[in-house]
């Protein structure tokens, strides 16, 4: 069992920047992919970005990248996402997950663990 809490999200300006963060309880988080979705109300959960258990491989939506950042400290439970440039069309809800699956996945029903969310506003 892995229980997620996200942190860090509010209203910023358009071209700010925001840090995300992603703290997990249990001992098994470095086994754990972890991916970061979006959701505006009405729409479906969007990918935005994963990174491995050992954090060595990344990828990111064409939407963020160059602009988004995914890291993660395994001796702190935690991931990451550095959220630089941000635009007004970046306003969601931002979920952290967990994917105890190797393959690279974008698919929101493949990982197993959910956080709350936290909101990131944009404004223009």
């Known amino acids: 069992q892995v229980q997620l809490v996200e942190s860090g999200g509010g209203l910023v300006q358009a071209g700010g920047s925001l840090r995300l963060s992603c703290a997990a309880s249990g001992r098994t988080f470095s086994s754990y992919a972890m991916g970061w979705f979006r959701q505006v109300p009405g729409k479906e959960r969007e990918f935005v970005a994963r990174?491995?258990?050992?954090?060595?491989?990344?990828y990111y939506a064409d939407s963020v990248t160059g602009r988004f950042t995914i890291s993660r400290d395994n001796a702190k439970n935690t991931v990451y996402l550095q959220l630089n440039s941000l635009k007004p069309e970046d306003t969601a809800v931002y979920y952290c997950?967990?994917?105890?699956?190797?393959?690279?996945?974008?698919?929101?029903?493949?990982?197993?663990?959910w956080g709350q969310g936290t909101q990131v506003t944009v404004s223009s």
């Open positions: 997950a967990a994917d105890r699956g190797v393959v690279k996945t974008t698919i929101p029903q493949r990982y197993e663990y």
């Open positions: 990174i491995s258990s050992s954090g060595a491989t990344t």
